[in-house]
């Protein structure tokens, strides 16, 4: 396993109700690659008993190798704790859930040896599943990203890709905390292909990526890449203080035609509009103030609890960082 040619790394939350669906789609598939590898799950802090199934599956599936955080610290966070973890010459990232296919892992392996490619994305072909509303967002935020990144972004594709040793080795030297995958693989700029796929539903169990997340993780992709938001800052004050202007030249021409006038509206809405333009820069510039603030801190982004290929001896998870 020191030496396996692929590593499947699985970031997983709570899912007991889709394992046993899980093991028996993805044991076969691998087995069947006729290449050694090893299927690395990271057990991000599940609260019901989804660690203690990845255990009980591990004894008698050797390929197996279950690492848990000691604490729910976010997808992003678990990918990153993969591929810190991950051994293999190729890595693919793929969800619990099944809604991406395991069985377009050996089209991953092949378009990356045939094609001589660092970086394969599995790019969705169909999103009529989806509602209007989540495919309207979905298309804003990645030609949001594309602009800001300032390189081409595959469109409808998220966490599930195959990537090579390199592209591991060089996502683990970045210095930054709280990375976006789908992000950052992009930016470094490896040889990429793509493998188009349908996706399904989920095969049990509910999401646990709800709205709150999403815009999370939208926020943190705009933060993470750019200073935007801060150039729109600033470009707001602007806005303000055009617009302040043009209130005094208003209030000024009233006062010297003597027309007097109740200027309780005027003042109100002068006031509502600068305020509220002040109040957003401060909220992006405080956006940004945390994020220096929480790096400056050097807290890890996530802690091992547990890792079954090193800690085969103990009965019990021992942490350890």
């Known amino acids: 396993m020191r030496d396996a040619e692929l590593s499947v790394v699985v970031p997983m939350y709570d899912e007991e109700e889709v394992l046993p669906i899980f093991f028996e789609r993805m044991h076969p598939l691998l ?65 619990a859930d099944l809604q991406d296919p395991p069985e377009v892992i050996p089209e991953f392996l092949a378009a990356a040896r045939e094609q001589d490619v660092d970086v394969v994305y599995g790019v969705r072909s169909d999103r009529s599943s989806d509602s209007w509303p989540k495919r309207t967002t979905a298309r804003l935020y990645y030609r949001l990203m594309c602009r800001l990144v300032g390189k081409d972004i595959p469109f409808d594709a998220a966490d599930f890709r195959l ?29 990429s292909a793509e493998v188009r796929y ?30 935007a938001p801060l150039r729109l800052a600033t470009w707001l004050g602007l806005l303000g203080g055009l617009l302040s202007v043009m209130f005094v030249v208003g209030a000024l021409l009233i006062k010297l035609t003597g027309r007097g006038i109740p200027g309780w509206t005027s003042t109100v809405l002068a006031v509502s509009v600068i305020g509220a333009i002040q109040l957003l820069c401060l909220g992006l510039l405080g956006e940004y103030v945390a994020r220096l603030f929480q790096s400056s801190q050097r ?22 960082r």
């Open 31 to 95: 087995d069947g690659l006729g290449i050694s590898y090893e299927l690395l799950v990271v057990d991000d802090g599940s609260r019901d008993r989804t660690a203690a199934l990845l255990l009980e599956a591990a004894n008698d599936w050797p390929q197996l190798r279950v690492v848990r955080l000691l604490r729910n610290s976010g997808h992003q966070a678990a990918q990153s704790a993969g591929f810190r973890r991950a051994r293999g010459r190729y890595v693919v990232t793929i969800d």
């Open 163 to 191: 990537v090579s040793r390199r592209v591991v080795d060089a996502v683990n030297a970045l210095p930054e905390d709280g990375r976006v995958f789908r992000l950052v693989i992009p930016w470094l700029g490896f040889p």
């Open 198 to 227: 349908i996706r399904a539903e989920r095969a049990a169990g509910t999401t646990k990526y709800n709205l709150t997340k999403m815009l999370r993780l939208a926020f943190d992709s705009v933060t993470a890449f750019s200073a």
């Open 299 to 320: 807290r890890p982004q996530f802690l091992v609890g547990y890792d079954s290929l090193e800690d085969q001896g103990h009965q019990e998870p021992v942490p350890h």
